[in-house]
């Protein structure tokens, strides 16, 4: 076992390896007699193929099903009898599991985590595949395909990278890909990517980190480690010409989106994205939302953000057009605006974007399982949790000039996707 330490951080943070490469980074605080659980697994839709898309989300499913020593379902129910709440979420390039239990359970679920780790495939059958299977298609029908607005993101994504590129599938997958996976293909897949070397385990909340550190090693310890994975790579991604669709949907509002690809999340034109986003629309005092919602009224809504993605990132703006407004219009002031990015905008706008982010990660530090969250993050992409307090440095740093930079180079009509989502006749 190796030892990380942090000095430099405001928060106590400690960071381990096992013998088998399972990271361990524990943040003690005794506030309140919880403790927040959190496993990030390296794995997400990128590591999926084009023909097989969808098995990242499948086994965020499968993993709830039971394991050699834990019953179908039972997962949620020993948490849930002690009190605790647990859950799973899938992404383009991760996969968690967490829990947040009163602090003298956290055995349990480290037991529940370690147990499915090393001990899913023996509880894995034809049946529990299939049951999940159709779990999975139901979804896709309820949130995507019959949902208004629901494949909109999916197409922007299809129509920003390219096919082979490891963005272009949704995270759900496709469904005849989901009705294709066969029980070998997931059996590999898992040995593949749930193994501790691929893994990052964050424990926060009023653990003792000697005591809590032997626990972990207890449960994982004698896991075995894979035998490593290729890591997923792509080409920079800049449009050539601009992609414009239009997609007839059961909606009663039309919405305009306008998306353009970006540096990966880290790196420092991600980060002036992020800030750019938050002064164009973050509030209902920033210029766009005002002039699109207030003094035009063309718009219903109006949101800007940048995608946290691992190796490159989309930039996107949606808005929601009033009625009996045409969305070419709603496209043209957003336009006018983004044309204004390729100047710096005004020292008062920057702060106020500044000073609202810098709000939002404090607000979010408050609650122990966001804390536990963003240590597995920072730890899987960037193999340092102390970013934790250092992450908002990166927003200090830029000026108005980068975020000019951004404007000019990225966010021009020839970089972008439109799709205008209307109403079906």
Known sequence: MSTTDHPAT???????TLGNGLRVVLQPDS???????????????????????GFAHLFEHMLFQGSEH??????????????????GSTWYDRTNYYETLPANQMELGLWLEADRMGFLLPALDESKLENQREVVMNERRQHVDNQPYGRAMERVHELLYPPG????????????????????????????YYVPDNAVLSLVGDVEPAAALAAIERYFGEIPSGGGIDKVTAEPVQLAAEQREVLADDVQLARVYLAFPAAAFGEPEWY??????????????????????????????????????????????????????????????????LEKTADAPPQQELERARNQLLTAHHDGLQAVEQ?????????TYFSDPSRLDREMESYEKLTGEDLARFGRTRLVPDNRVSLHVVPKE
């Open 10 to 16: 405001r928060l106590p943070i400690e960071e381990h």
């Open 31 to 53: 506030t309140l007699p919880l403790v927040a659980i959190n496993l990030w697994y390296h794995v997400g839709s990128k590591n999926e193929r084009p023909g097989r898309t």
């Open 70 to 87: 834990v019953g179908t379902n039972d997962h949620f129910r020993y948490v849930q009898q002690v009190g605790g709440v647990a859950n």
């Open 165 to 192: 590129h490891p963005y272009h599938w949704p995270v759900i997958g496709y469904m005849e890909d989901i009705a294709a996976a066969t029980l070998v293909e997931i059996e590999e897949f898992f040995r593949t």
């Open 272 to 337: 002036a994205a992020d800030l750019l986003s938050t002064a164009l629309t973050g509030g209902k005092s920033s210029p766009l939302y005002k002039d699109l919602v207030y003094t035009r009224e063309l718009a219903q809504d109006v949101v800007s953000y940048v995608l946290p993605l691992e190796i490159g990132s989309t930039f996107i703006i949606v808005a929601t057009v009033k009625p009996d407004i045409d969305p070419q219009e709603v496209e043209k002031v957003i336009g006018e605006h």
């Open 371 to 379: 804390r536990a969250d963003l240590l597995s993050l920072y730890t």
